[in-house]
């Protein structure tokens, strides 16, 4: 089994600065892509920010320049640091991983999620 457990979630200030942590465990083989989505509510989810396994990035319009995604490939762990947050970006916030378990296919996990809340 793979667990993905997101860490990070919190209500800051229009303006102010969140890190989130997305740490996988379990029997992991491999880990390809890691990324990080977002659903606000009433909206669809939506892709903030992706990173490879030799960390070429890919992000969001709406959150370049603000948002960088890394990884530590030791610790199976990806995170997402937040800059001048808006209340636009209030969202549950999403990690997932795609793994080569070491019993099992190829196949993407999803955190539990965690909440940022932004306000003005």
């Known amino acids: 089994q793979v667990q993905l457990v997101e860490s990070g979630g919190g209500l800051v200030q229009a303006g102010g600065s969140l890190r989130l942590s997305c740490a996988a465990s379990g029997s992991i083989f491999s880990i390809n892509t890691m990324g990080w989505y977002r659903q606000a509510p009433g909206k669809e989810r939506e892709l903030v920010a992706t990173?490879?396994?030799?960390?070429?990035?890919d992000y969001a319009n709406s959150v370049k320049g603000r948002f960088t995604i890394s990884r530590d490939n030791a610790k199976n762990t990806a995170y997402l640091q937040m800059n001048s947050l808006t209340p636009e970006d209030t969202a549950v916030y999403y990690c997932?991983?795609?793994?080569?378990?070491?019993?099992?296919?190829?196949?993407?996990?999803w955190g539990q999620g965690t909440q940022v809340t932004v306000s003005s």
């Open positions: 997932t991983a795609n793994v080569w378990p070491n019993m099992g296919e190829l196949r993407d996990y």
């Open positions: 990173i490879t396994s030799v960390l070429s990035t």
